[in-house]
């Protein structure tokens, strides 16, 4: 049972690169989510979806864009990645029924 | 804005002790509240789930409790073990102010349980 899949586990960019971080999960879970964590802090929302093709806004979502053409699949994009975005990235889903997130292990991103 | 804080940052204890980790909020209108686990390198699992009509819930050694007037949870653990060391967030699902409703998270209690 995978679960929550993300992929790459690990990046390195350079400054002004554009990278898509992919994010699939097999729970067919309406809800999905992106999180960064930067060190020592608690994970930020960046964006967040209630189902295919219903995306919005969260609490840091500048640089980042997203698309949800399907229940199982959630990208985030980077256009122009910039040193502030160095961080990990994590993608979770919560079904209707249980109010529970479930996480998947993270995109360790690091721009140089 | 709804406000997370967790103490303390860090906590060791020797094995076998009973500790609580403490989290604040600064919104009492709240959804539920979550306890998760995150390992080093690791996604975060979640171990309990506190519904806001709720005071408490125990899953093995571990109890959450919550009082949402005075904006606060504890998390305790008993008899503590080598394998509970990780960092353990607390996040809060409150109404983001658009009508859905979003976890806020803590910044986390990184728990040492020396053998």
Redesign the interface.
């Known amino acids: 049972n995978a679960g929550?899949t993300q992929t790459p586990k690990f990046r390195i960019l350079k400054i002004g690169q554009s990278m898509t971080l992919q994010c699939t999960q097999d729970m067919n879970h309406n809800y999905m989510?992106w999180y960064r964590q930067d060190p020592?802090?608690?994970?930020?929302?960046i964006y967040?979806s209630?189902g295919a093709g219903i995306t919005?806004k969260?609490e840091v979502p500048n640089g980042y864009n997203v698309s949800r053409s399907t229940t199982e699949d959630f990208p985030l994009r980077l256009e122009l990645a910039a040193p502030s975005q160095t961080s990990v990235y994590?993608c979770?889903t919560r079904g209707i029924a249980k109010?529970?997130?479930?996480?998947?292990?993270?995109t360790r991103l690091s721009v140089l | 804005k709804q406000e997370v804080t967790q103490i303390p940052a860090a906590l060791s204890v020797p094995e076998g002790e009973n500790l609580v980790l403490n989290c604040s909020f600064t919104d009492s209108a709240i959804y539920n509240l979550q306890w998760f686990r995150q390992d080093p390198g690791k996604g975060l699992t979640s171990l309990l789930l506190i519904q806001s009509s709720q005071r408490e819930q125990t899953s093995g050694r571990l109890n959450a409790s919550l009082d949402k007037s005075s904006g606060r949870s504890t998390l305790y653990i008993a008899a503590s073990q080598p394998g509970d060391s990780a960092t353990y967030l607390c996040a809060v699902n409150s109404d983001s102010g658009a009508g859905s409703y979003q976890l806020t998270f803590g910044k986390g209690t990184k728990l040492s349980v020396i053998p």
């Not at chain 1, 020592?40 to 929302?45: E, H, Q, S, V, W």
């Not at chain 1, 109010?99 to 993270?106: E, K, P, S, V």
């Open positions: 929550v989510y020592g802090m608690g994970l930020k929302l967040y209630v919005d969260g994590f979770a109010n529970i997130q479930y996480f998947g292990a993270g």
